[in-house]
């Protein structure tokens, strides 16, 4: 089960946004502005491993290990231990959604692919 806000709190767009919003919003998109962090958010749509992780990145193991305890201590992510392993995985399917239009947007620009614009 999965908890929501009442829908009357949640910014539409095109309409004036709570500052608190805003402020969480802006740290989120602070952490995803590093390279690997979003890659490494990208790969955590499913739950694996540093080792797994690192072989999927262009990062060492260290650097691998140091931006997960970022994203956990932002609450980005999750941990949980399964014997001697470490397992992570992205905390919220929102966040599994911006990462995937912020990932689509770039796509479009990297590619010469015109954006879409609902109206």
Not at 29 to 36: I, V, Y
């Amino acid at each position: 089960m999965h908890a929501h806000v009442n829908p009357t709190s949640v910014t539409r767009p095109g309409h004036p946004a709570d500052q608190r919003q805003l402020d969480v919003a802006a740290e989120i998109l602070r952490h995803l502005a590093d390279p690997t962090r979003l890659h490494l958010l990208h790969l955590l749509a499913t739950e694996q491993d540093v080792t797994t992780l690192t072989e999927q990145v262009a990062a060492s193991r260290s650097s691998v290990s140091q931006h997960l305890g970022r994203l956990r201590l932002a609450g980005l992510v999750q941990v949980r231990r399964e014997g001697r392993r470490m397992l992570y995985r992205i905390t919220s399917d929102h966040l599994t959604g911006l990462v995937g239009e912020a990932l689509g947007f770039a796509a479009h620009t990297v590619h010469g692919i015109p954006h879409h614009v609902e109206t």
